[in-house]
């Protein structure tokens, strides 16, 4: 069993930074940053191999967000910069149970989730 937390969102305005972080308790693997905005699917934003060597983002996120690791403190980032409105969401981390060698974008993939942590960008 991986317990995650994820922190680190809160209200910020159009332009501005955020990194948000998700530690866990357990081993981990592949993983993950998806989100959700209401009334909306969950969506996939960031992924990472075990080793953070390969990565692999969603098209609209590319060269703003940067998704990394340190599997010294089992913790997960995601470093968002230049935000939009549309970045509002509750973001979520993941983790594979097994060690799929390369990035995942399928959600089913993933095993453990976090709670979420709430980002909103205004304008």
């Known amino acids: 069993q991986v317990a995650l937390v994820e922190s680190g969102g809160r209200l910020v305005q159009v332009g501005g930074s955020l990194r948000l972080s998700c530690v866990a308790s357990?081993?981990?693997?592949?993983m993950v940053w998806f989100r959700q905005s209401p009334g909306k699917e969950r969506e996939f934003v960031a992924a990472?191999?075990?080793?953070?060597?390969?990565?692999d983002y969603k098209e609209s996120v590319k060269g703003r967000f940067t998704i990394s690791r340190d599997n010294a403190t089992n913790t997960l980032y995601l470093q968002m910069n230049n935000l939009k409105p549309e970045d509002t969401a509750v973001y979520y981390c993941?983790?594979?149970?097994?060690?799929?060698?390369?990035?995942?974008?399928?959600?089913?993939?993933?095993?453990?989730w976090g709670q979420g942590t709430q980002v909103t960008v205004s304008s």
């Open positions: 357990g081993r981990t693997f592949s």
């Open positions: 990472i191999s075990s080793l953070g060597g390969r990565v």
């Open positions: 993941g983790t594979t149970d097994w060690d799929t060698t390369v990035p995942v974008i399928a959600r089913i993939i993933y095993k453990y």
